[in-house]
């Protein structure tokens, strides 16, 4: 069965950093593009950042420039999210998704989905 699986979500102080990792169960990911999406209540789910399966990056949220950062390990199977200046407008469901093409900030580019992660910036 092929999953992806996110961890490394929880509360965290403003200013503060988290890193999400996503890992692959059943399948490679260095073949696939992987992005990460965040939906916060009430709110559509938006692209965060993507990375190809060849290591290039996109932003897909202005808000998130020069604090997150996306990066891939294939020996590990697993892409991160390094979140750094947290902000409470951060706070989201965070989600990876995999793409058998290449990267997209739109939801239905995608082919296989995690189950999401919480992240809360709060004080």
């Known amino acids: 069965q092929l999953r992806l ?11 503060g950093s988290l890193r999400l990792s996503c890992a692959g169960s059943g ?12 939906q916060a209540p009430g709110q559509e789910r938006e692209g965060v950042l993507c ?12 808000s998130v420039k020069g ?16 979140m750094n200046s947290l ?3 951060d706070t989201a469901v965070y989600y990876c998704a995999a793409s058998r093409f290449w ?5 239905v580019s995608y082919n296989y989905w995690g189950q999401g992660t919480q992240v ?3 004080s």
């Open 67 to 82: 604090r997150f950062t996306i990066s891939r390990d294939n020996a590990k199977n697993t892409v991160y999210l390094q």
């Open 51 to 62: 990375i190809s399966s060849s290591g290039g990056s996109t932003n897909y949220a202005d």
């Open 27 to 38: 399948f490679t990911l260095d073949h696939y593009a992987i992005g990460w999406f965040r």
């Open 5 to 15: 699986v996110e961890s490394g979500g929880g509360l965290v102080q403003p200013g």
């Open 120 to 122: 809360t910036v709060s």
């Open 103 to 107: 990267c997209s900030g739109r939801t």
């Open 87 to 89: 902000r409470p407008e």
